[in-house]
């Protein structure tokens, strides 16, 4: 149990870590992001980022096997007013069934970087909320993949917080 403590503390406060980055290293990471999308401006670059990891890692009925109620789980980011960042959320479930959630993040007076966990015994990383630390987003199990989530949300919120 203690090794576990010990692997969340690393990873959670290594999406920090690696978020905070000097001058130039953010300018380069936002002009690879502009690039890689062909895009001009940084806040269409990370939404497009962010909206493509959360696909990515999107967690799916086919990784769920042995799960008792398997559901699909998928997000979509978009911008909302000025400083406010939409987290669309659908479950669907074994069915037909859908179901929608739709979270408004104000970004004023946040700490705009995030962290994340990934449970050793799970299927999910969950990316926590910075405004009152409950999940923001839940992806499949892919610590590497958290972190970068955990990035361009941070970045992205930051960017926000610009006005």
């Given at each position: 149990?203690?090794?576990?403590?010990c692997?969340?503390?690393?990873?959670?406060s290594h999406?920090a870590?690696?978020?905070?980055?000097?001058?130039g290293?953010?300018?380069?990471?936002l002009?690879?992001?502009?690039?890689r999308?062909?895009?001009a401006?940084?806040r269409?670059a990370?939404l497009?980022?962010?909206?493509?990891?959360?696909?990515?890692?999107?967690l799916?009925?086919?990784?769920?096997?042995g799960?008792?109620?398997?559901?699909?789980?998928?997000y979509?980011?978009?911008?909302?007013?000025?400083?406010?960042?939409?987290?669309?959320?659908?479950?669907?479930?074994?069915g037909?069934?859908?179901?929608?959630h739709?979270?408004?993040?104000s970004?004023?007076?946040?700490?705009?970087?995030?962290s994340?966990?990934?449970?050793?015994?799970g299927?999910?990383?969950?990316?926590?909320?910075?405004?009152?630390?409950?999940p923001?987003?839940?992806?499949?199990?892919?610590?590497?993949?958290?972190?970068e989530?955990a990035?361009?949300l941070?970045f992205?919120?930051r960017?926000l917080?610009?006005g």
């Open positions: 149990m203690a090794a576990s403590i692997s969340y503390v690393a990873l959670h999406a870590d690696q978020a905070q980055f000097s001058g290293e953010a300018e380069h990471y002009s690879e992001l502009k690039s999308y062909g895009l401006g940084e269409e990370l497009a980022h962010g909206n493509g990891l959360l696909d990515r890692y999107a799916r009925v086919a990784y769920q096997v799960v008792a109620n398997p559901q699909d789980l998928s979509r980011l978009s911008i909302g007013k000025s400083g406010e960042l939409q987290v669309r959320e659908e479950v669907r479930g074994p037909n069934g859908i179901a929608v739709n979270r408004n993040l970004v004023f007076g946040l700490d705009p970087y995030l994340y966990r990934c449970p050793p015994q299927l999910v990383c969950i990316i926590d909320s910075p405004a009152d630390g409950t923001l987003v839940t992806i499949l199990r892919d610590p590497a993949g958290a972190e989530l990035k361009a941070s992205l919120i960017n917080q610009k």
